[in-house]
Nanobody
Framework: QVQLVESGGGLVQPGGSLRLSCAAS????????MGWYRQDPGKQREVVAS???????SYSDSVKGRFTISRDNAKNTVYLQMNNLKPEDTAVYYC??????????????WGQGTQVTVSS
């Protein structure tokens, strides 16, 4: 069984910062790309940032320059540092990972989501 467990969400004032973490655990041979997505009620889930196993990153235009994605391969963990947060960043943030099990099967997993609320 594989789990992605997110942490670090919460309530923050505009201009503030939060750091999200997502740790993968279970029967994992190798993790490929990892990413963060977000979803507002009534809207489609959108990609925020992604990072390859080699460390190459990409960001949505709405967060570029404010958010930084990173990963610690030894800990099977991906992070999202969010600075200069805006009310429009309010959403449930989901972690995603593309990984290979020891059985050789490649699967894609989602975390349970963590709420980020930006409000004064």
């Amino acid at each position: 069984q594989v789990q992605l467990v997110e942490s670090g969400g919460g309530l923050v004032q505009p201009g503030g910062s939060l750091r999200l973490s997502c740790a993968a655990s279970g029967s994992i041979f190798r993790i490929g790309a990892m990413g963060w997505y977000r979803q507002d009620p009534g809207k489609q889930r959108e990609v925020v940032a992604s990072i390859t196993s080699g460390g190459s990153t990409s960001y949505s235009d709405s967060v570029k320059g404010r958010f930084t994605i990173s990963r610690d391969n030894a800990k099977n963990t991906v992070y999202l540092q969010m600075n200069n947060l805006k009310p429009e960043d309010t959403a449930v943030y989901y972690c995603n990972a593309d990984l290979w099990r020891w059985t050789g099967v490649r699967q894609n997993y989602w975390g349970q989501g963590t709420q980020v609320t930006v409000s004064s």
